[in-house]
């Protein structure tokens, strides 16, 4: 045999065999496959993680814009606990002109003045909590001078930002009135008026802002704001704080919302050249439902307000809501949840 020909000859080529491919593909499959679990699981953490995250962040807006409404609630700018007059016409017409004590709730069964149930954007959804507040806003100015036989008020300065048309609350250590600003020029002048006629709406019933007597039909019955023993003119010694705010009336429901959901809705009222009309805002999304309960001054257990309370005296809110969040993320393929609570007491009528 040729040594030099069997070293030179060629080495015979060997493939995969069809066994050695099929674990092949088996193993990269395994591979790939926890990989795209690896890749999943990561994916409904991240978007379970997102979900809870959108839940905490839309209950911080919510307990903290509905909190600061009921902490004013009844409030007013001089002292808690202090009667209130109201010589608006009719009143009990509009929610945002009827005080009744400043704050008033509803059961999820119980009709709000102007806000329907149903399924059409912006309408309530039945069976869900709402809540109406009344006070006056922060940023009142001081009077310096009323003269309620002529219904004026002197204000200590121009820039007050009261207008025609706007519900505003006055008042002293003695009482508080709401009434309806019938002329005023902000950046003008001080003088606010507050006279009967028709020149808005709904307007005054009354000029006099007492808590009793009707000044327009002649009974001697006024009060000054301003002066301890309500005269006008006021003598230096009889002079103490008196102020003059727009009145701030907000509603708290929930509502369907354009995207097919359900969000927080706030009512505001809004003053356009002196005619008053309702704005109802969505203020955060993804809130299921709203459940209200009410605790009265001595009370020992907080009540339903389809109990009711005595809306006079109630002195804490206690909010439940439920929050969802956009996508399905629970293990059952559910959209994810939580139930949180928040309790709020009402500073004017804290001990």
Same mark, same amino acid.
């Given at each position: 045999?040729?040594?030099?020909?069997?070293?030179?000859?060629?080495?015979?080529?060997?493939?995969l065999t069809l066994i050695e491919l099929m674990i092949s593909i088996f193993l990269g499959l395994?591979?790939?496959?926890?990989?795209? *679990?690896?890749?999943?699981?990561?994916?409904?953490?991240?978007?379970?993680? &997102?979900? #809870? @995250?959108?839940? +905490? /962040?839309?209950?911080?807006?919510?307990?903290? #814009?509905?909190?600061?409404?009921?902490?004013?609630?009844?409030?007013?700018?001089?002292? $808690?606990?202090?009667?209130?007059?109201?010589? #608006?016409?009719?009143?009990?017409?509009?929610?945002?002109?009827?005080? =009744?004590?400043?704050?008033?709730?509803? !059961?999820?069964?119980?009709?709000? +003045?102007?806000?329907?149930? %149903?399924?059409?954007?912006?309408?309530?959804?039945?069976?869900?909590?709402?809540?109406?507040?009344?006070?006056?806003?922060?940023?009142?100015?001081?009077?310096? !001078?009323?003269?309620?036989?002529?219904?004026?008020?002197?204000v200590n300065t121009k820039d007050h930002g009261l207008n025609d048309g706007d519900i505003a609350?006055?008042?002293?250590?003695?009482?508080?009135?709401?009434? +309806?600003?019938?002329?005023? $020029?902000?950046?003008?002048?001080?003088?606010?008026?507050?006279?009967?006629?028709? $020149?808005?709406?709904?307007?005054?019933? !009354?000029?006099?802002?007492?808590?009793? @007597?009707?000044?327009?039909?002649?009974?001697?019955? *006024?009060?000054?704001?301003?002066?301890?023993? %309500?005269?006008?003119?006021?003598?230096?010694?009889?002079?103490?704080?008196?102020?003059?705010?727009? #009145?701030?009336?907000?509603?708290?429901?929930?509502?369907?919302?354009?995207? %097919?959901?359900?969000?927080?809705?706030?009512?505001?009222?809004?003053?356009? @050249?002196?005619?008053? =009309?309702?704005?109802?805002? /969505?203020?955060v999304e993804g809130v299921r439902d709203m459940q209200l309960t009410y605790l009265e001054i001595?009370?020992?257990?907080?009540?339903?307000?389809? *109990?009711?309370?005595?809306?006079?005296?109630?002195?804490?809110?206690?909010? &439940?809501?439920?929050?969802?969040? /956009?996508?399905?993320?629970?293990?059952? @393929?559910?959209?994810?949840?939580?139930?949180?609570?928040?309790?709020?007491?009402?500073?004017?009528?804290?001990?």
């Amino acid at each position: 045999m040729n040594i030099k020909h069997a070293f030179n000859a060629p080495a015979r080529s060997r493939g995969l065999t069809l066994i050695e491919l099929m674990i092949s593909i088996f193993l990269g499959l395994l591979i790939i496959g926890a990989a795209l *679990t690896v890749f999943a699981s990561n994916r409904q953490t991240y978007r379970a993680t &997102e979900s #809870l @995250g959108r839940i +905490q /962040e839309n209950s911080r807006t919510a307990f903290e #814009l509905m909190a600061r409404d009921i902490r004013e609630g009844a409030g007013n700018a001089c002292e $808690s606990n202090i009667p209130v007059v109201n010589v #608006l016409n009719s009143p009990a017409l509009n929610w945002y002109t009827d005080f =009744s004590g400043g704050v008033r709730g509803y !059961d999820g069964g119980s009709a709000m +003045q102007g806000l329907a149930f %149903g399924t059409g954007a912006g309408q309530r959804i039945a069976g869900t909590d709402a809540i109406e507040l009344k006070s006056s806003v922060a940023g009142s100015v001081t009077i310096e !001078d009323h003269q309620p036989l002529s219904a004026q008020f002197k204000v200590n300065t121009k820039d007050h930002g009261l207008n025609d048309g706007d519900i505003a609350m006055v008042c002293d250590f003695d009482h508080a009135a709401i009434f +309806q600003i019938t002329n005023a $020029s902000p950046g003008t002048n001080v003088t606010i008026v507050h006279n009967t006629g028709n $020149s808005v709406v709904p307007g005054n019933a !009354d000029g006099c802002l007492a808590t009793s @007597g009707v000044c327009s039909s002649g009974a001697v019955k *006024t009060y000054g704001f301003g002066c301890k023993n %309500g005269e006008s003119p006021c003598v230096a010694a009889d002079a103490w704080p008196a102020t003059i705010a727009k #009145l701030r009336a907000t509603r708290w429901f929930i509502g369907n919302n354009p995207r %097919g959901g359900r969000s927080l809705y706030q009512s505001s009222v809004q003053n356009a @050249g002196g005619a008053l =009309s309702v704005s109802n805002n /969505e203020i955060v999304e993804g809130v299921r439902d709203m459940q209200l309960t009410y605790l009265e001054i001595d009370g020992t257990d907080y009540v339903a307000a389809n *109990t009711p309370p005595d809306w006079s005296v109630v002195s804490a809110v206690r909010i &439940e809501v439920t929050f969802e969040g /956009e996508d399905r993320v629970g293990v059952d @393929g559910a959209v994810l949840q939580r139930q949180l609570f928040h309790t709020v007491a009402m500073r004017n009528r804290a001990p």
